[in-house]
């Protein structure tokens, strides 16, 4: 058989099992303030929820790759746009866009439109410096990673914080050549 | 207000428009969260016990917004002031809600009259996990129980509620079930309404 062609992120998301969003906003919730509660300081917040952003990403992937049938991205600018159309929507359902590259290609930003962490939330007084979000940049940092790409994931705007839109940075910062410990047969 | 964007700036939280609660997002992504609220706290406690109580604890801010929203949303504002009334609420509109089905079951305590029981063959949370042996009796769904805690509290039904496995015959997972034991008083209250 053929192998099938790479899946847009909406067939991907229409094919895959779903549950309310509300479940997942009010979850993720009760998971930062219980990190506000332990941590204390609003910078170890946002560290621990960059840490747990990765640890999902190095797991999520796999299933990625295996759900999109992605082929290797030929740069850069491909894997933005991959993360942006296809990632974006077969995870959250929402569609992101890719914006601001630099002259080099290795740095871009992503651009929310929609994002279901931040349902009811408004961040007090006392959480100012809380990057509400980061689980997000954690992950894109993590899974980047298993495929051989070192970033760094900054947000650039922040609507919890008065901007206009949710924008992450992206930026590459080198690209891990493959090492193949294993014997070649083939 | 900085920026003047297309989307549209609301200074508080209060004024948007309330969803009508109709988006998704797929299974795994709640369940990488899942596990990682698990694993976090697994890494904050000695023993299971502390682990579920904090699982409980998570879940009842959940549950605690969740009646506000549902009671706003789909009540009108009026929420259920009797016991079997709270309790239908729990197992048919909250669960509808948070995990797209009515639960499998509600019953009643054969042994104590304070004692109720909704049963879920594969809760949720529960689909993608499996306890090592050296975790007893350690359950996920303790999240799931301080949800119900969270929706019972706040309605003015205190209640212990914990989440249990319960083996069923012919299969290889066991079911969940979710035991609720209300407090004294809300009995009392209960009989006197009559």
Known sequence: ??????????????????????????????????????????????????????????????????????????????????????????????????????????????????????????????????????????VIRGALEMVSMKTEVTWARDMLRGDDAFELQVKLLKQVPEEYPYKDDE | MIGVGKVKQYSNVLDKPLSKGKQEVSLSAFAFLFSELVQYNQTQVDNIAELERRLEDAGYSVGARVLELLCHRDKGNRRETRLLGILSFVHSTVWKVLFGKVADSLEKGTEHEDEYMISEKELLVNRFISIPKDMGTFNCGAFVAGIVRGVLDGAGFPAVVTAHFVPIEGQQRPRTTILIKFAEEVLKREARLG
């Open chain 1, 1 to 138: 058989m053929a192998p099938a062609g790479p899946r847009s992120g909406d067939a991907i998301f229409a094919s895959v099992e779903r549950v309310n969003a509300e479940l997942f906003t009010l979850t993720y919730g009760a998971i930062v303030r219980q990190l506000l509660t332990d941590l204390e300081e609003v910078e170890e917040v946002n560290k621990q929820l960059d840490q747990m952003g990765y640890n999902i990403g190095v797991r999520l992937v796999d299933e990625f790759l295996a759900k999109s049938n992605v082929s290797r991205c030929v740069d850069f600018k491909e894997t933005a746009e991959v993360i942006a159309k296809v990632g974006f929507k077969m995870f959250l359902g929402v569609t992101a866009s890719v914006t601001n590259w630099d002259a080099e290609g290795t740095c871009c930003s992503i651009v929310l439109e929609d994002n279901p962490l931040v349902d009811f939330v408004e961040l007090p007084d006392t959480c100012q410096g809380l990057y509400y979000c980061n689980v997000l940049s954690g």
